[in-house]
């Protein structure tokens, strides 16, 4: 075979991955739209038919962050100490969800004045949700790397469908349920993806190999992880049993060992 047709075949291929790729792309996008819509039909019934404004959905978790949200809003941070907690409790209750619902409603008053904190509470779960949907699909396109671009799109776009409407999720993070959940399993998909894409990089940034920015990404997700939700310890579960894993059977280098440093530091 010439070089020439070598070339031509590399072409062909590199351009049939680009396509499969923008399919696959098309498809979350269909997903994301509609993971997100079935989670907002519920809007028009989360109105207090005293005040005709918002109000949350049927928890008690998120009326907690919420109000945390207002003393933010007016005091520019939460007062210490709370109290409405209960006696010994002096520390407030410090969490990602409220400051994530708070700049949530600055981003949103940016387009409208008639934004309230209330309706920013109600959409947050929505929001990072849809986010998660995202970072869900690339994470699984990340763990089949080695396949060919038709297989691991395939897969992704699959799994991602039935994360999407899995009927589990789908109550800790509808409108009107600003619950930990909903942020915290963004930060966890993009935990484990960039995890996985510093093992896979060669490149480099600026002379700085790329699988360190990444391995250092990874570890910045797991903390926001730690600052929103319990279920950080299935990180540290999964990396941590996986990479000794990969001691015991070789697998782990000078590379492998820096990047789980940096993700752990």
């Known amino acids: 075979m010439s070089e020439d047709s070598i070339s031509f075949k590399f072409k062909e291929n590199w351009q049939l991955s680009k396509r499969w790729f923008y399919l696959a792309l098309g498809l979350l996008l269909i997903i994301f739209i509609f993971g997100t819509y079935i989670r907002t039909t519920n809007i028009a019934q989360l109105k207090d038919s005293t005040t005709g404004g918002y109000t949350l959905g049927p928890d008690l978790d998120p ?8 003393e933010i809003v007016d005091f520019g941070k939460q007062l210490n100490p709370d109290y409405m907690r209960y006696l010994g ?13 708070v700049y949530l409603y600055k981003f949103l008053s ?5 934004v309230s904190l209330e309706y920013a509470a109600i959409i947050f779960p929505v929001v990072f949700f849809g986010l998660s949907i ?14 060919e ?14 994360y999407a409407v899995v009927p589990l999720m789908q109550h800790r ?5 600003p619950e930990l ?7 966890f998909w993009l935990a484990f993806f960039f995890f996985l894409r510093a093992l896979h990089s060669e490149k480099k940034i600026f002379s700085i190999n790329r699988s360190y920015l990444l391995a250092f990404a990874s570890g910045i997700s797991t903390a926001f992880m730690i ?6 310890r299935f990180i540290f579960y999964s990396l941590s049993i996986a990479t000794l894993i990969a001691l015991l059977i070789g697998k782990i280098g000078k590379k492998e060992t820096i990047v789980y440093s940096l993700w752990f530091i």
């Not at 038709?150 to 992704?156: C, M, R």
């Not at 959940?181 to 930060?187: I, M, P, R, Y």
Request: glycine content about 6%; aromatic content about 24%.
């Open 63 to 70: 009326f907690l962050y919420l109000r945390l949200a207002h």
């Open 89 to 101: 409790m002096v520390p407030p209750y410090v969490d990602f969800v409220q400051w994530g619902i």
């Open 110 to 114: 940016l387009f409208s004045k008639n």
């Open 134 to 147: 995202i970072a869900f699909f690339f994470f699984v396109r990340e763990v089949f790397y080695k396949k």
């Open 149 to 162: 671009e038709f297989q691991k799109s395939l897969v992704a776009v699959l799994a991602t469908a039935v």
């Open 173 to 177: 993070t509808t409108a009107g349920i």
């Open 181 to 187: 959940e909903s942020a915290g399993v963004l930060f």
């Open 227 to 232: 600052f929103t939700w319990g279920g950080f």
